[in-house]
């Protein structure tokens, strides 16, 4: 009993932070969204509609919002393998048993996660610049025409795929890099006796083993990648042609710029759902394939 | 025999990608040395031909870097150590001390980590504002007192202490609050800095919300300062390098020096019971 | 073990201090004062003599970049945060208005010895007006000028700057012509709506209609407009950039890469300062064209407004007087480069004097507001994206127009609303 009370208070900061402050507000966010709340309404409560679900049927007929979504879905349908991929191919190169140094380079590959998003933002926005940027430079020595990376609808959202791959790669090749060591030796030795090649082994033997992790990590990957904002805002101003426009980025516009606080909160729902809905297909893919 | 080429070949492809990841960052802080105008030229320059300090000077003299970095230092420096305390309280609590409901209290908050923290933005705004925490620290320290981040990362370690010893120890007529402070926390030490040092390393970076709560200048963190900044004077670029040198180098140290707590914490993080 | 507890308690103490002590009390003599732009650096070394000839007031100044003016305004209008004094841009006067965040200012202005109100450019003084009432007093005025290289448009065969659409044209096409592939005639960058915005405001007819109920943008003039700009991008006379991919615009104006520039007063400074000293007679400023005859520009400029949340009133009051006071306006334009609103001010500085000036004074006569609605800000959003539409070619004339005019009712639905419920000030 005095276990039970001494508990109560233990988890009574914590838990009074995260229900004030997180929980109440999506709860609020939900009655906002239902509401045509706007300046007119900050300024004098009376001006305040109700309006049902008229702020979700008017984005739903929105050009615009289609738009942020499809730009969303395209970064993270490019996003999230090649970062896996990239994550990947790390982890095994790190891991792999002639490789010296293993923790400079683990070091090295890690760091920008740690490094502050706008920062590196604004030097990687440099990096794409058509004339003196050190990427088009690079590929002018390979014999590239020079891309317009930030002025180019067509290459802008590439460009941020790229800095997002090279800002996160680190994080889930320490994951997978883990989950790799985990696989017992005496697995490889058997298959190698076997007579598999290296790709045979890589499939039969990694790939299973690491299946989970990859799971995890692809969830968590494309959880971080659908809450696009940071990047389109200091580098693109959601632009060329709001190529980089993403559902976030559409949110703080509508609620921050043009205050209609009422339809912002209906766009951060609607995402909200579909993140809901993908992670659980994901689950559903995955664990039919683990059964399998 | 074989083995050879394959070394080779291995070592030369991390040599290259870690060139490469790398390249960014040294190139930030070559330009940051360079003068004015210098950085667009073709090709581009990979070295200062005449390094200055220039730029670092305009940044601390005329627009307030040093006051942004002990903003950025102060608002991490406090959110660390008040969501430890309430972090570790509660993941303890969850991992050792039966009360009612707390598994079902438990799964409740792991729903709450799919729900992306923007959806709250709006309605915590006003919140901010009735509380008069708007354009203020607090604003930013008090919604990220505590997480359910944190709160799991403590449950997974805690999880892993001896119930004997602390039933010892309630035998003996010890207080819940003497066996945590005096047993537990010492116990726990390496995933307190682990935790410290993520919370530390995410405020600081954080974005988005200090964006929107601090209207005021003078309060803004390193990133938003920043990001003004690069909307503000496009053309300097080398002026924007000595900014974002100092709003990176801080957090990289860190990093370099702590790794081996933040690189544990990630791993208990993810890899799920 | 005491020593811990008794440290812990102290910094819990120390910890719980800074959470709401940030904003300091801010007593009746004391103004806190946002300045937008650069003007923001200027302002403080303005005001030294201010605080010396008023000691018992306080000023404290805080620059705010123009990128995110309006949203730092309006997220203080939300967070209840707003400074007591503001240089706000004068087309967002309407927006505060509406919101009841601004002071009216007939009263201290029939008052006052400083400020008299007719040496005011009157279409300027206009823009600060919202229903009869004065809401701001001008501080700096901004329009939209031709800024052109003379010794490449002298290259072509011009001797003067054009005075209509169809002789720009010309100069268009010829200076083209003359430097290439890789160069151009006229920077128009992407994102920014003002050289839209001027050219669709030297029409006759409204940008909105049924007094800014609903947009006019399906009008026979804006389409005529929004044709005229796409074409210069169309000819290849202007490229298809933002002024984020231009490294460095007075760099490039230099090297010739284009030879006009719309662009406004600050300017003037800037190239003065940047241009390499071989050029420094090269160029020169001239009224814009208009579609039959010298066309109108746009009625910009800052006010200085007083919020009506401010508990400092008159000692803002006193800031404003002393800001706009002929000399004090005259040192402005001297660290600025932005011209002074009074006609007294411009006829006493080396204003008078100045010949990339001249073109401006001309100007100030012939300046027009755009719709003066709450939402205004918004709908020159949405211009900007249809010209960037038309202008890569993802939508034609006709049909960005009817997008726009429909995007544009749509965006003044509350409004509409609002008039009709009589609920609107």
């Known amino acids: ?292 | 025999m074989t083995r050879t080429p394959r070394t080779l070949m291995v070592n030369a492809a991390l040599v290259v990608g870690a060139v490469l990841v790398a390249f960014p960052l040294l190139w930030m802080v070559s330009v940051s040395f360079m003068p004015t105008g210098a950085a667009s030229t073709y090709p581009p320059p990979l070295l200062p031909a005449h390094p200055t300090l220039d730029n670092y000077r305009e940044l601390f003299a005329k627009h307030a870097a040093g006051r942004y970095m002990f903003n950025s230092a102060l608002v991490a420096t406090l959110a660390t150590l008040i969501s430890l305390v309430f972090n570790t309280l509660a993941g303890y609590a969850f991992a050792k001390l039966r009360f009612r409901g707390r598994e079902r209290i438990f799964r409740s908050l792991l729903g709450a980590l799919v729900i992306p923290s923007q959806v709250a933005m709006i309605p915590l705004f006003a919140l901010v504002k009735e509380l008069g925490l708007v354009s203020t620290y607090g604003g930013v320290i008090v919604p990220a007192m505590a997480s359910v981040f944190g709160i799991f990362l403590i449950r997974q370690y805690a999880l892993s202490l001896p119930d004997e010893l602390l039933e010892a120890a309630r035998i003996d007529g010890a207080s819940e609050l003497r066996i945590f402070w005096s047993l537990v926390v010492p116990l726990i030490r390496p995933i307190l800095v682990t935790l410290a040092i993520l919370t530390f390393l995410a405020t600081w970076n954080d974005f988005m919300w200090p964006l929107i709560v601090l209207t005021d200048a003078k309060l803004h963190t390193l990133p938003v300062a920043l990001a003004g900044l690069s909307r503000e004077h496009v053309q300097d670029n080398e002026l924007m390098m000595s900014g974002a040198v100092i709003t990176v180098l801080p957090v990289l140290l860190l990093f370099l020096g702590l790794q081996r707590y933040y690189i544990a914490g990630i791993l208990a993080g993810s890899v799920k019971g | 073990m005491v020593n811990r507890r008794q440290t812990m308690l102290a910094l819990a103490a120390f910890a719980a201090a800074p959470l709401s002590c940030s904003r300091r009390s801010h007593g009746a003599n004391t103004v806190r004062f946002w300045a937008v732009g650069r003007e923001g650096e200027y302002a403080v070394d303005l005001l030294q003599d201010f605080l010396r000839e008023r000691p018992d007031i306080e000023v404290d100044v805080q620059k705010l970049p123009w990128t995110a003016a309006h949203e730092k305004l309006l997220t203080a209008y939300a967070g209840d945060t707003l400074p007591d004094l503001c240089s706000l841009g004068n087309t967002w006067i309407p927006e505060f208005h509406a919101l009841n965040a601004l002071a009216p200012l007939d009263a201290f202005a029939s008052q006052s010895r400083d400020i008299t109100l007719d040496d005011y450019f009157p279409g300027i003084l206009d823009s600060n007006r919202v229903a009869g009432a004065l809401y701001g007093v001008p501080w700096y005025v901004d329009t939209r000028l031709l800024y052109y290289r003379r010794d490449i448009l002298q290259k072509a065969g011009f001797n003067a700057p054009p005075t209509t659409w169809a002789e720009w044209e010309q100069m268009l096409g010829a200076i083209k012509a003359m430097v290439g592939h890789d160069r151009y005639s006229v920077l128009l960058p992407l994102n920014e709506f003002e050289p839209l915005l001027v050219l669709s405001l030297q029409q006759p007819s409204d940008l909105l209609r049924d007094n800014g109920r609903y947009g006019n943008f399906r009008s026979a003039d804006f389409h005529r407009t929004l044709e005229f700009y796409a074409s210069m991008f169309r000819r290849d006379w202007a490229p298809k950039m933002t002024n984020t991919q231009i490294s460095n615009v007075w760099d490039e104006f230099g090297r010739g890469m284009f030879s006009f520039y719309i662009s406004g007063p600050w300017n003037i400074a800037e190239f003065k300062k940047r241009m390499p000293p071989e050029l420094r007679d090269a160029w020169m400023t001239a009224p814009m064209p208009g579609p039959d005859g010298p066309g109108a520009s746009s009625a910009g400029g800052a006010s200085l407004v007083i919020f009506a949340g401010s508990q400092s009133k008159p000692a803002t009051w006193a800031v404003m007087e002393y800001l706009s006071r002929s000399p004090v306006q005259q040192r402005f334009y001297e660290l600025s480069g932005n011209m002074p609103p009074r006609r007294s001010t411009w006829q006493s500085s080396t204003l008078a004097s100045s010949p990339y000036a001249k073109a401006f004074l001309t100007q100030l006569d012939r300046v027009r507001s755009p719709p003066k609605v709450p939402e205004w800000e918004r709908i020159a959003q949405e211009m900007r994206l249809t010209a960037e539409r038309v202008v890569q070619g993802v939508a034609t004339v006709d049909a960005a127009c009817t997008a726009l005019d429909r995007k544009t009712d749509e965006i003044l639905e509350k409004r509409r609303w609002m008039m009709d419920q009589d609920r609107h000030t």
Request: hydrophobic share 55%; aromatic share 16%; net charge neutral.
């Open chain 1, 1 to 292: 009993m005095r276990t039970q009370r001494a508990a109560w208070w233990f988890v009574a900061p914590a838990l009074i932070v995260l229900g004030v402050f997180f929980f109440l507000p999506v709860l609020a966010a939900l009655v906002m969204s239902l509401t045509d709340f706007d300046l007119y309404a900050l300024d004098n409560f009376d001006n305040l509609r109700w309006i049902g679900f008229e702020n979700y049927a008017r984005l739903l007929r929105e050009p615009l919002f289609w738009k942020a979504l499809g730009n969303t879905l395209y970064f993270v349908a490019l996003g999230v393998p090649t970062s896996i991929g990239v994550s990947l191919g790390a982890a095994l190169l790190v891991n792999s048993k002639v490789a010296r140094f293993r923790g400079l380079f683990r070091t090295v590959y890690f760091a920008p996660v740690v490094t502050t998003l706008v920062a590196v933002a604004v030097v990687w926005r440099y990096i794409f610049h058509t004339r003196y940027g050190f990427l088009n430079y690079g590929l002018a020595q390979l014999g590239v025409d020079p891309i317009d990376w930030m002025g180019n609808p067509h290459w802008a959202m590439p460009a941020i795929v790229i800095l997002a791959v090279w800002k996160n790669f680190g994080y889930n090749m320490i994951i997978l890099l883990a989950a790799l060591q985990n696989i017992p030796d005496d697995l490889y030795e058997a298959a190698r006796i076997d007579g598999a090649s290296g790709w045979q082994q890589f499939r039969h033997v990694t790939l299973p083993g690491i299946a989970p992790v990859l799971l995890l990590v692809s969830i968590l990957t494309m959880t971080g990648y659908f809450q696009l904002f940071a990047e389109p805002y200091v580098m693109t101003e959601g632009g060329p042609l709001q190529a980089t426009y993403s559902v976030l980025y559409f949110m703080f516009e509508e609620g921050f710029k043009w205050w209609s606080l009422g339809r912002a909160s209906a766009v951060a729902f609607l995402l909200f759902i579909l993140m809901f809905l993908v992670t659980v297909v994901q689950l559903r893919l995955g664990r039919e394939r683990s059964d399998a």
